[in-house]
């Protein structure tokens, strides 16, 4: 390497250079000639402008992107796999959506016949489902218990000891979302 480069910059704004300052004699000038500063500001202004592009593109991209939540997801037309096996408890589903899949559990949003919100959970044979007035969700959302016991041993959180349960909540704002429930049950 040359003894003017270093790591492959050239030093040029390290090089020691003397001049007159106001009549204040012969100085050391430093690094931060105009030149170097300018150039500096520049490649500083270049790298936070493309940061900003970066970041703001990315965040529009996630939001146009971001799948619809609450009552929205009726927006999009059906797909076959919206189809879930479990019959809702008044009758047949007008309207059906695949959600997610939460602790081994396929989440399916519904309308019955008579325009209720339905939350649907199922897994292999099991299944069962919610329902409330529209009304309802968007006050209050809709709610489901899953027992220790159903939930599969490669599906469990970890944070789920025996005897607690998973709640599975949907609201007008979010996709379904789980936590552990502390709260103990009792097997029957």
Not at 21 to 46: C, E, F, N, P, Y
Not at 71 to 96: C, H, I, M, R, Y
């Amino acid at each position: 390497m040359r003894p003017d480069r270093i790591g492959g910059i050239a030093a040029s704004g390290i090089a020691d250079r003397v001049h007159d300052t106001a009549g204040m004699g012969s100085t050391r000038q430093s690094s931060w000639d105009s030149t170097t500063i300018r150039h500096k500001l520049l490649v500083g202004a270049a790298i936070v402008s493309g940061l900003t592009v970066l970041i703001i593109g990315g965040r529009v991209i996630s939001e146009n992107a971001a799948e619809p939540t609450g009552l929205a997801v009726f927006d999009t037309p059906p797909e076959p796999s919206d189809k879930p096996n479990t019959p809702l408890p008044e009758g047949p589903a007008e309207d059906t959506r695949y959600l997610t899949n939460l602790v081994g559990w396929n989440i399916f949003a519904a309308r019955d016949l008579e325009q209720r919100v339905c939350l649907i959970i199922e897994q292999g044979g099991k299944g069962g489902a919610n329902c409330v007035t529209e009304e309802e969700f968007d006050s209050s959302g809709l709610t489901t218990i899953i027992y220790y016991g159903d939930i599969r041993y490669d599906d469990r959180p970890a944070s789920l000891s025996e005897g607690e349960s998973v709640r599975i909540e949907w609201s007008p704002k979010t996709l379904p979302i789980w936590e552990v429930d502390k709260v103990r049950y009792v097997s029957q």
